[in-house]
Structures are given as structure tokens and as C-alpha cells.
């Protein structure tokens, strides 16, 4: 078990308001009069120490050490990220209205910036103790609880790890949107992460019975679902056979039947020979090969540290058994026992599963809705176009539900 650190006082999450902008750390994004902007991660990280500082010096060196933490870059590699942020806010190398070149000596953010403080943030604390508990046939899961509020369970791809998720630029903002409002629930899936590692069985009833046993753990009674990618499977199997536990739930990136099932299963095998090939080569292009698939859009960044994120974390056997199992379950059957309120928020060119099965599981669910987002990435990533809007449609449901843990 891991000892969590002292809790400290929250600080106020702030955003910086400069002419038609609004950089917001929190969301870790960027709008022009309320439309998002994408932005590469250290773009945006670029931009965020100017406003932070603006109208002093910002010199190459300080440049280095905080956007690329010390790492040896070229100043081709800087100049290419400040010419990216001065396109993301309008600006030209020419005019320099609002990123200024200080010659040979750096550079200065020459607007007014505005800050704005928002309500202190719950979620800015260290990373959650590490608990365990046991699944119905023995196995031990780990898990780990967050924040206040009403409670929610999160599950997304396999293959992760509840304690790398937490530092992870990927899922870090997701989970702090999530706590400001949520009691957040996580747990490794049984033959990854810190769980169990001796896969007993795969597909989605087991997973769907850890979840139960995560739950039962944290003592929720009741408690709301999101669900990502794959995980949507074990979530509407959930929804559907014990609809007095759940309250509300989102899927994100989900899926009806498994890509065996389909009509098309083109890609199936291919990727199933890249991770046979490459899982433990980390040195090769696979990792760069397997985040394009899920995340054409980028950021690049992002995709690669999920992927990577999912690389430490399962052995390779257990990813291919659990693509297998997943690839080839089916839902169909039991969406109209779900029950409860649901939220269905896919890409609209999602390259992996498409949207005609986000679909089949609007037209199965009675209680159902469907958002269509204008990406290919498979689940949004923040920084991408599409994540403000994410995050809005999928809280603003959340926190419209009424699933309180009344007896915790």
C-alpha cells in the first residue's frame, strides 16, 4: 500500500485572459472568444509561461529548463515552438504583437494579461493511496479513490495503471475535471498494473465483476459509470445486470460488437501481429506506429504516453488476451436492460470504431444520447480541438444526474 502525502491547501486554479484569448491551465486549454484553439502540449506550455510572466525576459535557457526540462534541444526546435504559439494566438514573427523577440537575449509577452481566479481546486493533491481488495475468484485488485462528491467509477483502455494514470498528461486533466465535482473510483483491471498479474479469465462479465468488487471496496452502494474505449462493453454489461448499482452512464469511444463480429474486421490481425512483433521492444517504431491508429490528430505527445503508459503496464500476452476476448464480445443482446440515464460521446471519424457503433448503442439504450465530435482521435486528449466540449457535454451530464452517496 502507498502512504499518501500530507494534504495541503488547494491553491485557486486561475486562467489568463489577453485580448480575444483565454488560456485556462485547468483545462489545459485555449480559446479565441470562446472557440477552442489547438495547441501542442508544449506550445501550450510555451504560452503559459509567457502569460504567466508577461512583459519579462524570457531567455532561451529558462526556455529549456522549463518547457524541455533541461533536455538538450536546438535553436531550430525553439524558434519552430515559438513560431507555433505566435500562429495559435495570431501573432507573426513580423508584427509581434503579443509574443515580442528580445534580441539575442529571448523573449517577452507584450499584451496586457488579465488573470482571473476561479474556485479553489479540490484536486491538485498528490497521488491517492494504492488500496487492494479481492475479485469473486481470488485474484487481488488494485484501486484507488479521489475527491468528494457524488461517487463515479472510471475504466478505460486495458492495460493501464491507476498509479502512472495519475502523473500522466493524458488522463491528469481529466481527473481533475472529474474531482472538482465527483468522488472518483479507478482500479488496475486483473493482469495489469499493480493487480494481479494471473489473468484467471478475460472478456467482459469478469471485468465487469471487478468492477463490482472495486466498488463494494470503496463501500459505493451507487454509483455513475464512465467508460472508455473497450471498458464501454464491461460497463453496459454492468448497466444491464445489476441496474440497482448503477445511476448514470457515460460512454466514450465505446462499442456494440467487437471488431470480429463486424462486417469489416480489416486491421484486426495486423494489429495483432504488431504487438506480437513489438510489445517488448520498446525501441521500436511500434509505440509511434500503435499512437497514430488511436490518435491521428494528436497531440503527438499525449498519444505516445498513453501508449507507453499501457506498454509498462501489461505483459504481452495478457494485451493479446484481452484484444481477443474484447474483439470478440457483443453487448446487442442486453443494451435494452440498461436502465439507466446515458451518455454515448463519439469521434466522428474515430478510426478504430466507428461511428456506426456509437449507433447501435443510442438505438439499443432506451434512456440513451449520442454527441457526435468533429475528430478522428479516438478518445478526446486535452489540447485537441475537441476536448472543451468533452469535457462540457460529459460533467455537464454528470453533474445533472442525481447519484448521491447518501450512506458514505
Known sequence: MITPEPIHPAPRATTYRFGAFTLDPEQHSLTKSG??????????????????????LITRDRLIKEIWHGRIVSDAAISA???????????TGQEQAIIKTVARRGFACSVEVQTVSKKPLRHTAPPPSIQFTRTRDGKALAYAVAGAGPPLLYTTFGGTSIEAQWSSPFFRPLFDAICAQNKLLRFDSIGTGQSDLDMASAGIEAEALNMLSAADAAGLERFALFCQSGSALSGVYLAAHYPERVTAMVLNGGYAEGRNLRADTTGTQAMFGMISEAWDKPESSFLLAYALLYFPEGPLDLAKDIVEIMHKSCPEENILRMRQAFNDASVLDVLPKVQCPTLIVHAREDPIHPLTEARKLAAGITNSELVVLNSANHVPMPGSADWPAFLKVTLGFLQDRDHPDKTK
Not at 501542442?40 to 512583459?55: I, S, T, Y
Not at 515552438?81 to 501573432?91: L, Q
Open 81 to 91: 515552438c515559438v513560431a507555433a504559439a505566435r500562429r495559435a494566438v495570431g501573432d
Open 35 to 56: 472557440i477552442p484553439v489547438p495547441v501542442e502540449p508544449k506550445v501550450f506550455d510555451l504560452l503559459r509561461l509567457m502569460v504567466e510572466n508577461a512583459g519579462e
